[in-house]
């Protein structure tokens, strides 16, 4: 349950990323590159959850299977809020056409959902195997790594999502295979 400091900054990440930058942006906002990357934002919730999770070994696969879950339940909610306030604030501020590109949005929305599953998968089994120090050391290494791919190439986001999302959901398959071994010998 989130209480105090982290409540407030997820509070303000919602205000800032769900209703003052869409409103700073407009329609802008609609740009499938950005919206592609706000479905991939849950990604960044997911994984440090998950190794809040998992300060402690599970006794069974069922339980390491319910905190991935769990993890990955919350970032992908966050994205929702985010995006359901963003492309609310678009339309309460903007009358007329809404040039919303919804095939990209779907496969967005597809790339983060895997995405926040291989993080927090990933997170889960480098904690149970070392510590929590070198498990946020591995996630921030890979969403800097995602960032700086941003950054140089964001305008290929919504053209590879699937694809992105089929890497992702084989790396979660490896991970969660990798968690379960680890849990279960």
Request: proline fraction near 4%; glycine fraction near 12%.
């Amino acid at each position: 349950m989130l209480r105090g400091p982290a409540l407030a900054v997820y509070l303000m990440v919602v205000g800032l990323f769900g209703i003052l930058v869409p409103f700073q942006k407009g329609l802008g906002f609609l740009d499938p590159v950005i919206l592609t990357a706000y479905a991939c934002l849950g990604a960044v919730f997911a994984g440090p959850v998950a190794v809040q999770l998992f300060e402690r070994v599970p006794a069974s696969v069922g339980e390491a299977l319910r905190r991935v879950l769990g993890a990955f339940l919350l970032g992908e909610a966050i994205v929702v809020l985010l995006l359901a306030l963003g492309l609310g604030t678009v339309r309460l501020t903007h009358r007329g056409i809404f040039p919303l590109d919804a095939a990209a949005l779907a496969g967005g929305i597809v790339l983060g959902a895997a995405l926040s599953l291989a993080l927090s998968g990933m997170a889960a089994w480098i904690r149970t195997s070392y510590s929590a120090t070198v498990a946020t050391s591995a996630l921030r290494g890979v969403l800097l790594a995602l960032l700086i791919a941003f950054l140089f190439r964001s305008r290929w986001l919504p053209d590879v999502a699937w694809m992105g999302a089929g890497i992702a959901l084989a790396a979660a398959a490896v991970f969660t295979g990798l968690l379960a071994k680890r849990v279960h010998g």
